[in-house]
Nanobody, 125 residues
Framework: HVQLVESGGGSVEAGGSLRLYCQAS????????MGWFRQVPGKEREGVAA????????LYGDSVKGRFTISQDTAKNTVYLQMDSLKAADSAMYYC???????????????????WGQGTQVTVS
């Protein structure tokens, strides 16, 4: 089993930046990908970004391309999400995810992702 703990959320003005952190612990040796989802109450969850360090692949949701950057420090089992040029529409609960195989961003497929964090709130005003 893998535990994920997010941090770094908070409130920021539109146009500002935030950096989210997610620390993984437990059986992390088998992890192949880590990523981020977000959700606003009453709306579907949205895939934000995913990173496959062993394959040198990063994926982004259309709404964050060019503004958000995902990165990992595999030695520290930590994934980061640098969020720049934030908009009010980026306000949501952000969840860290990880899996031993795939981290698909599509809402139809994200159910295969095994490990989810508790979330960290981001508010942009």
């Amino acid at each position: 089993h893998v535990q994920l703990v997010e941090s770094g959320g908070g409130s920021v003005e539109a146009g500002g930046s935030l950096r989210l952190y997610c620390q993984a612990s437990g059986d992390t040796d088998k992890l192949k990908c880590m990523g981020w989802f977000r959700q606003v109450p009453g709306k579907e969850r949205e895939g934000v970004a995913a990173d496959y360090p062993g394959r040198n692949i990063t994926l982004y949701g259309d709404s964050v391309k060019g503004r958000f950057t995902i990165s990992q420090d595999t030695a520290k089992n930590t994934v980061y999400l640098q969020m720049d040029s934030l908009k009010a529409a980026d306000s949501a609960m952000y969840y860290c995810v990880a899996d031993n195989f795939f981290c698909p961003l599509a809402i139809q497929s994200c159910g295969v992702i095994t490990f989810w964090g508790q979330g960290t709130q981001v508010t942009v005003s």
